[in-house]
Antibody, heavy 115, light 107 residues
Framework: EVQLVESGGALKQPGGSLRLSCAAS????????MNWVRQAPGKGLEWVSA????????YYAESVKGRFTISRDNSKNTLYLQMNSLRADDTAIYYC????????WGQGTLVTVSS | DIQLTQSPSTLSASVGDRITITCRAN??????LAWYQQQPGKAPKLLIY???TLESGVPSSFSGSGSGAEFTLTISSLQPDDFATYYC?????????FGQGTKLEIK
């Protein structure tokens, strides 16, 4: 059974940093593109970032480019999102999801950026 | 970036109704479109990919169609569990993007 479990969400001050993790199981992690998608409170879905199976190529939404870094450790079946220079508008539930067509999702982890 | 526009933003309907939601892209995306359902407080669920391919386990009352830059999601006979918010997503090119969502409400 495919499982994705996010962790690392927290309350942070503007300008702070945070690293999210997504532990994957039930599939061959290293061959799949993985994504981060977020949803601000009461708002729609926003795709944030994706990384190829090997980790060699990453893609970002313009809103996070230069501040967020996606990475993965295929030996640990884990996806990461390093979030720097956090802003209030980064407040959201962050989901990890598998594949370009987002066929499996985690339950999400809440990031709140507030002073 | 490719922009997706869903219509309507809100739709009121009754159990048993047939409904259609439209998703328009600002350029051709060659069928690289997916539809998701999101219930309140839950992660989105994949319904349809490649514009018209039903994900395993999704009821056949759901169908997708379209090509080029215009796509539709149809629910042939609404069930109580279908009242939710629906999103389209293009994965033709990065950055991937979502439509703004369509909230399906009970009339």
């Amino acid at each position: 059974e495919v499982q994705l479990v996010e962790s690392g969400g927290a309350l942070k001050q503007p300008g702070g940093s945070l690293r999210l993790s997504c532990a994957a199981s039930g599939f061959t992690f290293s061959i799949y593109v993985m994504n981060w998608v977020r949803q601000a409170p009461g708002k729609g879905l926003e795709w944030v970032s994706a990384i190829t199976g090997s980790g060699s190529t990453a893609y970002y939404a313009e809103s996070v480019k230069g501040r967020f870094t996606i990475s993965r450790d295929n030996s640990k079946n884990t996806l990461y999102l390093q979030m720097n220079s956090l802003r209030a508008d980064d407040t959201a539930i962050y989901y990890c999801a598998r594949e370009e067509v987002l066929d499996y999702w985690g339950q999400g982890t809440l990031v709140t950026v507030s002073s | 970036d490719i922009q997706l526009t869903q219509s309507p933003s809100t739709l009121s309907a009754s159990v048993g109704d047939r409904i259609t939601i439209t998703c328009r892209a600002n350029q051709t995306i060659n069928g690289w479109l997916a539809w998701y359902q999101q219930q309140p407080g839950k992660a989105p669920k994949l319904l349809i990919y490649q514009a018209s391919t039903l994900e395993s386990g999704v009821p056949s009352s759901f169908s997708g169609s379209g090509s080029g830059a215009e796509f539709t999601l149809t629910i042939s006979s609404l069930q109580p569990d279908d009242f939710a918010t629906y999103y389209c997503q293009q994965y033709h090119s990065y950055p991937s993007t979502f439509g703004q969502g369509t909230k399906l409400e009970i009339k």
